[in-house]
């Protein structure tokens, strides 16, 4: 047999011979065509008029779903569900012509749950998160956590398809895929020494992520570190670097070929700060060059003391 195999639901994709475009049916054989027995009646053979043989070309399969998996509704289902509602499959059909059971998010007709055929839902693919990964949430829980909370899951419930969060301030909630995301992982560790970018004389030892303020109060602003050491010292991780050696440069203006350095140039401790300053010169000075030189060798020699005779 070809693409399909006995008991696969199949769509009719194009009309053959005046027959199967647009239809639902049951794969019950196959050889160099395929064998359909479709749902609704029309001018076919055998089985009561429901059967025909059509080319493989002429068919699509239909997708099945396993309970738990998320859906949406491609086309709205006579006010039972509306086109783009997605819910939940919590009971599989026992047949090959039977209906899923689908949780909704929304109620319909007062209730969340109902049936709808496979042919009409699609499956929603979603973020999973494993037990112990850490998670930030992208919109409202219960009303009591904040966007832009962070937490850790500590458990899965698949048939609800929700994640048990426990939220860094304390608090501990049952979420849905959908109002979380990856929390941005730090880019410093415990133990790291750091310092400011604008500032190599200033440097810290990182205690952690930031997750509260010193009085308790969650923390839920850009990615942040406390410092070990101190009491509530802390800063953003955009304003630090590692605190590693550097190799010193200079900007200087370049005539002829020649650099034209001042007698007291600026050090810049990185080549990206460097690489500023000469955009900003030459955008300030239009025709003029300037280049970026770095410090790769020093010598000192010794001094040599001669003693008079």
């Avoid at 493989?56 to 779903?65: K, M, Q, T």
């Avoid at 949430?137 to 850790?152: D, Y």
């Avoid at 303020?213 to 570190?225: E, I, K, N, R």
């Avoid at 410092?227 to 005539?255: F, M």
Wanted: charged content about 25%.
């Amino acid at each position: 047999m070809g693409k399909f195999k006995v008991g696969d639901r199949v769509r009719g994709v194009r009309d053959y011979m005046g027959r199967g475009g647009g239809c639902i049916g049951t794969v019950k054989a196959g050889a160099e065509e395929v064998l359909v027995k479709f749902d609704a009646p029309f001018k076919g053979h055998g089985e009561d008029g429901l059967c025909w043989n059509l080319p493989e070309y002429y068919l699509a399969l239909v997708p099945s779903f396993n309970v738990g998996d998320r859906v949406r509704l491609t086309p709205d289902n006579d006010g039972y569900g509306r086109r783009g509602a997605e819910g939940l499959v919590i009971t599989a059909p026992t047949s090959t012509d039977g209906e899923y059971e689908i949780r909704f998010d929304e109620k319909f007709r007062g209730s969340n749950d109902w049936w709808a055929a496979g042919e009409d839902l699609e499956l929603v693919p979603t973020v999973r998160f494993k037990i112990g990964a850490r998670v930030v949430t992208t919109g409202q829980l219960h009303g009591a956590v904040a966007i832009g909370s962070k937490g850790t899951i500590k458990d899965t419930s698949i048939f609800d398809n929700n994640y048990y969060v426990r939220f860094d301030d304390g608090q501990a909630w049952f979420a849905k895929p959908e109002v979380l995301a990856a929390a941005p992982t730090s880019k410093f560790k415990a133990g790291d020494k750091v310092r400011y970018k604008r500032d190599h004389t200033i440097k810290y030892v990182v205690a952690g992520p930031k997750t509260a303020y010193g009085d308790g109060t969650p923390y839920h602003g850009p990615a942040a570190v406390d410092y070990a050491g101190t009491y509530n010292g802390w800063d953003r991780e955009d304003t630090l670097e590692l605190d590693e050696p550097t190799t010193p440069h200079i900007v200087a203006a370049v005539t002829d070929g020649q650099p034209q350095p001042s007698t007291r140039p600026f050090i810049h401790h990185t080549l990206d700060s460097a690489s500023r300053e000469a955009d900003r010169l030459a955008t300030k000075h239009p025709g003029q060059e300037f280049a970026v030189y770095a410090r790769v060798a020093g010598k000192i020699a010794d001094v040599t003391v001669h003693e008079a005779a």
